[in-house]
C-alpha cells in the first residue's frame, strides 16, 4: 500500500519516519514518486534524530494490532495503510530466511463477505475493512466516475442531493500497483488527420491514486487492491470546497479526519459499484461555529456516494448542440480543425427510442421513469403527477407518446433515492434550505447520454418568506448561494416562493378567495415540477421566454384552457397576480410552452442515418429561433445583478413583452398591499410575525421590480442568429429611445420621487417580530426602513452608476442609441433633486440625494478615474458643480431640508477640494 496517495495532506510525520526505518529503501523510491528528493546522508540524519521515538511507536503499534491482522472495528485509512505496509515489512524482514509464498486472492478473501456487481468488492464482517477484486478485462477500460452528496450541512456548502464532479477514467498498472486515471474528454483529433498523432500533446490527464496490488490471479487476470485509503480519502473528488485554512470570516471545515471517517455501505450491481462515506472534517479551534444544523463545529460529517459506472453499449447517436437552444452540454474543442469556431459540444439527452420507428408518435422502448420519493407529502402528490406528466405533450412534438413514466415509491422500497438507477423527485425539509427546487443529472462525458437524474425539492417552499432579518436590518440578505462551480444549481424555488407568497398576501389582503387559492399552489407547484424536470431533460434557464405575451394577454381568460403564458418553464417569471381578480388567469405557465416543445423537438426527434442529411434536418429546427415564440437568452447573458448582461429582455423576475409597464403595475401592486396591511393584524392570540415576514417581501419585491425597470437603460438588443437567418436581426441593436425613456421615467415616479414609498405609518408600528431568546440578528427588532428603501435605490444605482453600463452608453451612441449619456445624467440628476429642488425635501428623498452626490462624488474622483472612463467622470464633476449652484442657494423648504442642503454642499466641495 502506497502511504503517500491516500493520506491527507497533513499526515503523522513520525508514523511515516517509523515506517521509513522499517522499510527504508522503498520508501526511497516512493518519495521519489512523490517529488520529494533527500539525499541519503539526510536521511539517515533524520532517521538518527527520531530513532528512539520511532522504535517506541513501532512497539505500541504493534501491541495493538489484532491476532488476524485486523484493525478494531472503526476501520481507519491510516492504519489500514500502515498495516499493509507492517505487513510487507514483515515479510520482507523474513525474506532472509525463507522465501515466503505471497498468498492468493481466495487466501486474502476467505473470511471476508463477498459483494458481486461491477467491480466486485469483499468487507471483512469483523473490521469493516474492504477490498476490490478487478477483472482483467476491466484494467484500461473506461469507467465513468459520479459523485453525489447524500448528507452535509448547508454550512459547507454541501447538501443532501447534490451532484458533483462527473468523468471519464481508466484503471492502469503500473508494475505492482494499479493507478487510476482521470482523462481529458475536451478534446477531439481527427483521427485521419497526421496531426491526431499528437493527440496528447499539452493535454494533462490526471493521475488521482495508485494503489499497491495485494494479490492477483494470473490465470485469470485478477487482480485484488486494498480498498479502504481509496475510499476513504478524497482521491476521487473532493468532499467540498470548504476545508483548508480557517480564515474566520467564513465557517471552515478545517482537515479531513481519516481515522473519524468510515464506509457506511457497499452497493454493487452489475451497470455500477457505490460506496457511501461519512467522512469526518476536523477544525479543533473553529473560529465560526455555523448554524444550528452544525452539531459542533471542530468535527463535521458530510456523507458522499461514490458511483462507478460501466459505459453504456448501445446505439445511443450523439446529437451537436446549436447555440440557438439552450442545453447543458458535454464541451468538446476540435483541434484538427480550422473553423474559428472549432466546437462539437454534444446535448445532454436521454436515450429514446420509438417502439414503432415507422409510426408518427410512438411510446419509447425505455421510456424516462420518475419515482416521486416516499417523503413526498401524500396530499402533493396528485399535483406532482400532473404537472411531470405535462412533459409528455413536448415529446410529442419529437415523435414520441409516454416518453415520461411517474411513480411513487413504495415505503417498503428496498431503493433509496441516492441509488443511480433510479431517478427520484424528492422533498426534504432543510434547516437552511439551499434552493426551492434543484435538478441535477449526470451523463456519459464522451456522448452526452443522461445516465440518471434526480429533482431536490425544498419543504419551505410553499411557507413563509423568512425576510424578516431583511427588514429589521435594512439591508438586503441574498439567497446563499452555493458551489459557485456548479452551473447547474437552480434558484427557481426562490423565485417562486416569493411570487407566490406576495400574491397570497395581495390575495388575503384583497379579502381572500378559495378557489383562487387552491389554483395559486397548483400553479406554483406546477411550474416548479415543471421548471426543475426541463433541467433534467438537458435543458438550461431561458430567461427571455417571459416575453411570449402582452400585459393584455397575460389577462386574457383564453391562457387558462391552454395553460402557456410564458414560451418555456425554464424563467424566473414574476407571478402574474392581477391587481383586478376579474383579470386574474394562471399565476404561472403550467405547461411546457412553445420554446420547450421547439427544444424537444430538437433534442429528442429520432435521427437520420445519414450525416449530412441529419446536420440539415436539425439546421431547419434551430432556423426557427428567431420566431418571437421561441426566444431563448439563458444565465450567461440574463441582467439579474447590476452592470451583468445587456438585453434587459433576457432577465429573471421579470413578465411580459413590456415589462417596464409590468413592473410599474407590480411596484404599485406592493405599495398598495403595504396600506392594506396596515389595516391588518394578525389572529387574536398570534405574534405579529406574519406582519413583518409579509412586509418584508413585499419591500423587497418592490426593490427588485425597480431593478427590472432600471435594465433597459442603456441596453441592447441580442439576437443569437445566425447570418442569413429568416427573420434575423444583427446581433446587437441598442434599446429604442422611447423603451429608455419610458424607464427613466417609471423609476422616477415610483421609486426616486418625493411619494414613491407614502405608506401608512400604522403599518410599522405592527412590524415586530416574535421574540425568540436574544436574538435580533445583531441589531435591533424594530423595522428600518429607511435603509430598506433606500437599500433599493442604491441596488438601481448600482446598475445606472455601473462603469460598463455608462461606458456602453457611450459606445452604442456609435451605432445607434438615441440616449446619450449627457440626457441620462440629466434626467436621473432631475429624478432625484428636481421635486423637490424649491420646497422641503422628506426623510428618504434626503438620504437619496447624499447617496447620488456621494456616488458622483466617488466617480469624479481618483478612485473613479481607475473605473470610469472619461465622459463619465466628466459628467459627474458638471453634475456637482451644478447641484452645488442650486443647493447653495437653497432658501425654502421647511429648517431640516435647509440643513440638508448645506450638508450637501458641504459633501460636494469635500470631493471638489479632493481633486
Ligand atoms: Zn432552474
Redesign the pocket.
Known sequence: MDLFVFRPVFFDFYRWLRVSFLHSKRSIALMHDQGITMNRTDLWKLLLLVLPLSLTLSVNALAHDTPEGGETPDVKAEEVSEKASDDEAESEAGEEEEEEKPKTIAELTEEMDRIDGLFTLFRDPKTGATKMLLQGDQLNSEFIYFKHTMNGVTDAGAFTGSYGDQYIFTIERRFDKLQFVRQNTAYYFDPDNAISRASQANISRAVLAVTAIAAENEETGEVLIDSDALFLSEAFANVTYYGGDDPGDRFTLGGLDPEKSQILDLRNYPENTAVEVEYVFNNPKPKRGGSDAVTDARNVSITVRHTWIEVPENDYQPRFADARLGSFNVQVTDLTSTDSAPYRDLLERWHLVKKDPSAEISDPVEPITWWIENTTPIEWRDLIMGAALEWNKAFEHAGFSNAMVVKVQPDDADWDAGDIRYNVLRWTSSPRPPFG?Y?PSFSNPRTGQLLGADIMLEYSFLNRSKLTRELIQGEAVEPMMLGGHDARL???GHAIAEGGLMADIALQMDGGDADIEEQLKRDRLYYLIL??LG?TLGMN?NMKATQLLSPAQLADPEVLESGVISGSV?DYPAVNYAPDRDDQTLFYTIAPGPYDDWYIEYAYSPGLSNADREVERLEAIAARSTEHALSFGNDADDMRSPGRGMDPRVNIYDNSSDSIAYASTQMKLMHDTLNKTAKWTPDEGDSYEDVVDGVALLVRLWGTNAGVISRWIGGVYVDRAVVGQEGATEPFRPVERERQKAAMAALSDQLFSPEAFEIDGALWRQAAPERRGFEHGGSTEDPKIHRAVLSSQKRVFDHLLNSTVLKRITDTELYGNEYPLVEVFEDLTDAVFAADARGSVNSFRRNLQVEYVDRLAMMASEEGASKYHSTAQALAVLTLSELREQLANKRRGDRVSQAHAKLLVMNIDRAMDNE
Do not use: A, L, N
Open positions: 427546487g435538478g437552480c434558484s427557481v421548471h426543475e433541467h434557464h425554464m
